[in-house]
């Protein structure tokens, strides 16, 4: 996967938002290995930096590792922060937040405000935008279970009750208007589910955990995985590979698993807990109740669930990772049955980070 002839030179800076974060700090570290030597790791003040130190540590005198302490929201640490730098990598957002204003601050704002900043100082040669899978419909796609980078976003993502779904779409529409009216050199990676050593949670793409039991609801259905340093080298070529502006990529493995074997797989390695498996015309009619109980009781249940849900994160699918292959030169390092083996021996070591 040797770069040729890359947008930038290796004596470049680039800026890293969300340099601290699960997928960021692979991002410095796969950058630094694809042999550029300055890096400037953006990091909220309350972030803990201790990968980031041993990343300095690991190379020493041979890269510049510069940290930014700041605030996204704030235009001016924004403005400094981007002074210099030809590529940006934007991955911070904010991926905890349920409420809806919170969300749209933490995604859209802030990434306006990168925008903005890079707009002043007019040396970007590409803005790296990280998105999700979470922005599709996938309802009524032109090539019926398949789901890549022509299938439609959430028109009204919103109405999905999923604030980080309803922010990323925003932000995918604001990083495109930017290209569009000022100029600006762009690329979106939508990743789909991103696992490894460090993250524990079972995505919600197998199902949920409610009243104490765990409803099983992908049963056959493949996971989108991305193994997170396969995910991190897919983000870092697409910020150097020339003449791919404006395009968008999805960022999945080979060789996926499906959410029944993932299951089990973690309650082998994770811990044995109850599960119910709900099939799909059962998880299904759940959804289509409660969306229908949801906006008859104004607002009285929340909507958890709906059939914009069901369709996004628990209808059969399959997925293409081919426009990724092709423009950018990207392949999966890491199989998927070794980032498995990977992410569950990370349970017997307690979950300690890899």
């Not at 302490?69 to 937040?97: F, K, M, Q, W």
């Not at 900043?117 to 040396?123: D, N, R, T």
Request: charged fraction near 25%; aromatic fraction near 10%.
């Amino acid at each position: 996967m040797a770069l040729q002839d890359p947008i930038i030179s290796p004596e470049d800076k680039v800026l890293v938002t969300g340099a601290s974060g699960f997928i960021g700090t692979r991002v410095v570290g796969k950058f630094l290995e694809h042999g550029f030597r300055r890096v400037r790791c953006f990091s909220r003040t309350s972030s803990d930096l201790r990968k980031l130190d041993s990343i300095k540590r690991d190379y020493g005198d041979t890269a510049e590792i510069e940290i930014f302490r700041g605030n996204l929201l704030s235009r001016e640490d924004c403005r400094r922060a981007a002074e210099g730098v030809p590529v940006i990598y934007h991955l911070a957002a904010g991926t905890g937040e349920k409420s809806f204003p919170d969300a749209f601050l933490n995604s859209v704002v802030t990434t306006r405000n990168l925008l903005d900043a890079s707009l002043e100082h007019a040396c970007l040669k590409r803005f790296v935008s990280v998105s999700s899978f979470a922005v599709y419909t996938n309802r009524n796609k032109p090539d019926g279970r398949l789901l890549d980078e022509s299938c439609p976003m959430e028109e009204h993502a919103a109405l999905r009750g999923d604030a980080y779904c309803y922010a990323k779409v925003k932000q995918d529409e604001i990083v495109m208007e930017y290209g569009k009216k000022q100029g600006v050199r762009y690329v979106i990676l939508r990743p789909g589910t991103v696992y490894g050593p460090g993250k524990r949670a079972i995505t919600g793409r197998v199902g949920i955990d409610t009243f104490g039991i765990f409803l099983h609801l992908g049963g056959s259905n493949k996971i989108p995985l991305t193994y997170v340093e396969n995910c991190a080298d897919a983000i870092v070529l697409a910020g150097l590979k020339k003449g791919i502006d404006g395009e968008i990529f999805n960022v999945v493995d080979d060789d996926l698993v499906s959410s029944r074997r993932f299951l089990r797989l973690y309650k082998r390695n994770g811990g044995s807990f109850r599960s119910i498996f709900l099939p799909h015309i059962v998880s299904y009619l759940s959804c289509y109740l409660w969306e229908k109980y949801t906006l008859r009781s104004n607002g009285q249940l929340p909507p958890a669930f709906n059939r914009s849900r069901w369709h996004a994160e628990w209808k059969d699918t399959t997925y293409s990772n081919e426009k990724l292959k092709k423009l950018v030169g990207w392949r999966p390092k890491v199989s998927t049955s070794e980032g498995l083996a990977r992410f569950f021996k990370s349970y017997e070591e307690g979950g300690k980070n890899a």
